[in-house]
T-cell receptor, first 112, second 116 residues
Framework: SQQGEEDPQALSIQEGENATMNCSYK?????LQWYRQNSGRGLVHLIL?????REKHSGRLRVTLDTSKKSSSLLITASRAADTASYFC????????????FGAGTRLAVHP | DTGVSQNPRHKITKRGQNVTFRCDPI?????LYWYRQTLGQGPEFLTY????????KSRLLSDRFSAERPKGSFSTLEIQRTEQGDSAMYLC??????????????FGPGTRLTVL
Protein backbone atom coordinates (compact mmCIF):
# COMPACT_ATOMS: atom_id res chain seq x y z
CA SER A 1 0.00 0.00 0.00
CA GLN A 2 1.19 3.53 -0.69
CA GLN A 3 1.77 5.85 2.24
CA GLY A 4 1.60 9.18 0.45
CA GLU A 5 -1.45 10.73 -1.11
CA GLU A 6 -1.00 13.66 -3.44
CA ASP A 7 -3.60 16.30 -4.00
CA PRO A 8 -4.74 17.27 -6.55
CA GLN A 9 -4.38 14.28 -8.86
CA ALA A 10 -4.14 16.63 -11.82
CA LEU A 11 -3.45 20.35 -12.17
CA SER A 12 -3.65 22.54 -15.27
CA ILE A 13 -2.27 26.09 -15.22
CA GLN A 14 -0.93 28.81 -17.50
CA GLU A 15 2.75 29.69 -17.82
CA GLY A 16 3.79 32.20 -15.20
CA GLU A 17 1.28 31.00 -12.60
CA ASN A 18 2.26 29.22 -9.40
CA ALA A 19 1.52 25.53 -8.88
CA THR A 20 0.92 24.02 -5.46
CA MET A 21 0.82 20.30 -4.81
CA ASN A 22 0.07 18.68 -1.49
CA CYS A 23 1.09 15.37 0.01
CA SER A 24 -0.24 13.60 3.08
CA TYR A 25 1.23 10.54 4.76
CA LYS A 26 0.30 8.19 7.54
CA UNK A 27 3.26 7.21 9.75
CA UNK A 28 6.35 8.81 11.27
CA UNK A 29 9.02 9.69 8.75
CA UNK A 30 12.74 10.33 8.64
CA UNK A 31 12.44 12.59 5.63
CA LEU A 32 10.19 13.41 2.69
CA GLN A 33 11.40 13.78 -0.88
CA TRP A 34 9.83 15.21 -4.01
CA TYR A 35 10.54 13.81 -7.44
CA ARG A 36 9.56 14.82 -10.97
CA GLN A 37 8.88 12.37 -13.78
CA ASN A 38 8.47 13.32 -17.40
CA SER A 39 6.20 11.04 -19.40
CA GLY A 40 7.59 7.50 -19.54
CA ARG A 41 10.97 8.40 -18.09
CA GLY A 42 12.91 7.98 -14.85
CA LEU A 43 12.46 10.08 -11.74
CA VAL A 44 14.46 13.22 -11.10
CA HIS A 45 15.11 14.15 -7.49
CA LEU A 46 13.96 17.69 -6.68
CA ILE A 47 14.31 18.28 -2.97
CA LEU A 48 14.61 16.46 0.36
CA UNK A 49 13.22 17.83 3.62
CA UNK A 50 14.03 16.17 6.94
CA UNK A 51 11.52 15.60 9.71
CA UNK A 52 13.09 18.36 11.85
CA UNK A 53 12.85 20.94 9.04
CA ARG A 54 9.81 23.04 8.23
CA GLU A 55 10.69 24.69 4.94
CA LYS A 56 13.28 24.39 2.17
CA HIS A 57 13.90 26.29 -1.03
CA SER A 58 15.62 25.31 -4.24
CA GLY A 59 15.43 27.76 -7.13
CA ARG A 60 11.74 28.15 -8.00
CA LEU A 61 10.75 25.33 -5.65
CA ARG A 62 9.54 25.74 -2.09
CA VAL A 63 8.71 22.75 0.09
CA THR A 64 7.05 22.83 3.48
CA LEU A 65 6.61 20.04 5.98
CA ASP A 66 4.13 19.88 8.85
CA THR A 67 4.81 16.73 10.84
CA SER A 68 1.91 17.40 13.22
CA LYS A 69 -0.49 17.22 10.27
CA LYS A 70 1.62 14.62 8.42
CA SER A 71 1.56 16.76 5.30
CA SER A 72 3.88 18.51 2.88
CA SER A 73 3.44 20.92 0.03
CA LEU A 74 5.48 21.68 -3.08
CA LEU A 75 5.19 25.13 -4.61
CA ILE A 76 6.56 25.84 -8.06
CA THR A 77 6.67 29.57 -8.72
CA ALA A 78 6.51 31.25 -12.13
CA SER A 79 5.81 27.95 -13.88
CA ARG A 80 7.10 27.16 -17.36
CA ALA A 81 5.87 24.77 -20.03
CA ALA A 82 8.95 22.65 -19.27
CA ASP A 83 7.58 22.03 -15.75
CA THR A 84 4.88 19.83 -17.29
CA ALA A 85 5.40 16.45 -15.63
CA SER A 86 4.17 14.19 -12.84
CA TYR A 87 5.31 15.08 -9.35
CA PHE A 88 5.62 12.49 -6.60
CA CYS A 89 6.22 12.77 -2.91
CA UNK A 90 8.07 9.91 -1.27
CA UNK A 91 8.60 9.25 2.39
CA UNK A 92 11.50 7.52 4.10
CA UNK A 93 10.07 5.96 7.25
CA UNK A 94 11.76 6.46 10.61
CA UNK A 95 13.19 3.41 12.34
CA UNK A 96 16.03 2.45 10.04
CA UNK A 97 14.01 1.65 6.93
CA UNK A 98 15.62 2.42 3.60
CA UNK A 99 12.81 2.13 1.09
CA UNK A 100 10.90 5.12 -0.22
CA UNK A 101 7.13 4.95 -0.21
CA PHE A 102 5.57 6.95 -3.02
CA GLY A 103 2.18 8.45 -3.55
CA ALA A 104 0.27 8.22 -6.83
CA GLY A 105 1.49 11.64 -7.98
CA THR A 106 0.11 14.91 -9.27
CA ARG A 107 0.06 15.38 -13.03
CA LEU A 108 0.89 19.01 -13.79
CA ALA A 109 0.22 20.56 -17.19
CA VAL A 110 1.58 24.06 -17.82
CA HIS A 111 0.15 25.69 -20.94
CA PRO A 112 2.08 28.35 -22.87
CA ASP B 1 27.68 10.07 -17.62
CA THR B 2 27.95 9.16 -13.93
CA GLY B 3 24.25 8.59 -13.29
CA VAL B 4 22.38 5.33 -12.78
CA SER B 5 22.08 3.33 -15.98
CA GLN B 6 19.68 0.52 -16.83
CA ASN B 7 19.60 -1.96 -19.66
CA PRO B 8 17.68 -2.71 -21.71
CA ARG B 9 15.44 0.36 -21.86
CA HIS B 10 12.61 -1.62 -23.39
CA LYS B 11 11.82 -5.33 -23.36
CA ILE B 12 8.95 -7.08 -25.09
CA THR B 13 8.50 -10.74 -24.28
CA LYS B 14 5.94 -13.47 -24.54
CA ARG B 15 4.16 -14.83 -21.51
CA GLY B 16 6.13 -17.62 -19.91
CA GLN B 17 9.56 -16.40 -20.98
CA ASN B 18 12.30 -15.34 -18.58
CA VAL B 19 13.74 -11.83 -18.65
CA THR B 20 16.73 -10.21 -16.95
CA PHE B 21 17.37 -6.53 -16.39
CA ARG B 22 20.62 -4.88 -15.39
CA CYS B 23 21.27 -1.82 -13.27
CA ASP B 24 24.59 0.00 -12.90
CA PRO B 25 24.44 2.39 -9.93
CA ILE B 26 26.46 5.53 -9.35
CA UNK B 27 29.93 4.14 -8.74
CA UNK B 28 30.50 5.21 -5.13
CA UNK B 29 26.99 4.32 -3.94
CA UNK B 30 26.73 1.28 -1.67
CA UNK B 31 22.93 1.08 -1.62
CA LEU B 32 20.84 -0.11 -4.53
CA TYR B 33 17.07 -0.35 -4.84
CA TRP B 34 14.58 -1.83 -7.31
CA TYR B 35 11.09 -0.39 -7.74
CA ARG B 36 8.21 -1.23 -10.05
CA GLN B 37 5.85 1.37 -11.51
CA THR B 38 2.60 0.70 -13.32
CA LEU B 39 0.75 3.25 -15.43
CA GLY B 40 -0.69 6.12 -13.45
CA GLN B 41 0.84 5.00 -10.16
CA GLY B 42 3.89 5.88 -8.13
CA PRO B 43 6.82 3.47 -7.88
CA GLU B 44 6.50 0.56 -5.47
CA PHE B 45 9.49 -0.82 -3.60
CA LEU B 46 10.68 -4.30 -4.57
CA THR B 47 14.05 -4.91 -2.93
CA TYR B 48 17.12 -3.25 -1.42
CA UNK B 49 20.85 -4.08 -1.33
CA UNK B 50 23.57 -2.69 0.86
CA UNK B 51 26.78 -3.64 -0.90
CA UNK B 52 26.19 -7.27 -1.99
CA UNK B 53 23.71 -8.11 0.79
CA UNK B 54 20.00 -8.15 -0.03
CA UNK B 55 18.55 -6.68 3.15
CA UNK B 56 14.89 -6.22 2.35
CA LYS B 57 12.36 -7.73 -0.03
CA SER B 58 8.79 -6.62 -0.62
CA ARG B 59 5.88 -9.03 -0.56
CA LEU B 60 5.43 -7.90 -4.17
CA LEU B 61 8.55 -9.88 -5.02
CA SER B 62 7.07 -13.29 -5.71
CA ASP B 63 9.10 -16.48 -6.07
CA ARG B 64 9.37 -15.77 -9.80
CA PHE B 65 11.48 -12.68 -9.09
CA SER B 66 15.10 -12.81 -8.04
CA ALA B 67 17.65 -10.04 -7.66
CA GLU B 68 21.38 -10.19 -7.21
CA ARG B 69 24.25 -7.82 -6.65
CA PRO B 70 27.19 -10.22 -6.72
CA LYS B 71 30.13 -7.88 -6.19
CA GLY B 72 28.34 -4.96 -4.65
CA SER B 73 28.40 -3.04 -7.91
CA PHE B 74 25.85 -3.73 -10.67
CA SER B 75 22.63 -5.59 -9.99
CA THR B 76 20.36 -7.85 -12.01
CA LEU B 77 16.64 -8.46 -11.64
CA GLU B 78 15.30 -11.65 -13.20
CA ILE B 79 11.66 -12.52 -13.73
CA GLN B 80 10.92 -16.14 -14.52
CA ARG B 81 7.81 -17.39 -16.32
CA THR B 82 6.59 -13.86 -17.03
CA GLU B 83 2.91 -13.04 -16.75
CA GLN B 84 0.96 -10.18 -18.33
CA GLY B 85 0.63 -8.62 -14.90
CA ASP B 86 4.41 -8.17 -14.82
CA SER B 87 4.16 -5.50 -17.50
CA ALA B 88 5.47 -2.34 -15.87
CA MET B 89 8.41 0.04 -15.68
CA TYR B 90 11.21 -1.39 -13.53
CA LEU B 91 13.24 1.34 -11.90
CA CYS B 92 16.62 1.10 -10.21
CA UNK B 93 17.98 3.67 -7.77
CA UNK B 94 21.15 4.07 -5.75
CA UNK B 95 22.26 6.10 -2.74
CA UNK B 96 25.04 6.44 -0.17
CA UNK B 97 28.79 6.88 -0.56
CA UNK B 98 30.40 10.29 -0.38
CA UNK B 99 27.13 12.04 -1.20
CA UNK B 100 26.41 14.24 1.79
CA UNK B 101 22.71 13.66 1.30
CA UNK B 102 22.99 9.93 1.80
CA UNK B 103 19.24 9.43 1.92
CA UNK B 104 18.74 10.83 -1.56
CA UNK B 105 17.99 8.06 -4.03
CA UNK B 106 19.02 8.70 -7.63
CA PHE B 107 16.95 6.87 -10.21
CA GLY B 108 17.88 5.39 -13.55
CA PRO B 109 15.77 5.79 -16.70
CA GLY B 110 13.98 2.48 -16.12
CA THR B 111 13.32 -0.66 -18.15
CA ARG B 112 9.84 -0.86 -19.63
CA LEU B 113 8.65 -4.47 -19.78
CA THR B 114 5.74 -5.51 -21.96
CA VAL B 115 4.52 -9.10 -21.64
CA LEU B 116 2.34 -10.22 -24.55
Amino acid sequence: SQQGEEDPQALSIQEGENATMNCSYKTSINNLQWYRQNSGRGLVHLILIRSNEREKHSGRLRVTLDTSKKSSSLLITASRAADTASYFCATLLSGGYNKLIFGAGTRLAVHP
Amino acid sequence: DTGVSQNPRHKITKRGQNVTFRCDPISEHNRLYWYRQTLGQGPEFLTYFQNEAQLEKSRLLSDRFSAERPKGSFSTLEIQRTEQGDSAMYLCASSGGRDRMTDTQYFGPGTRLTVL
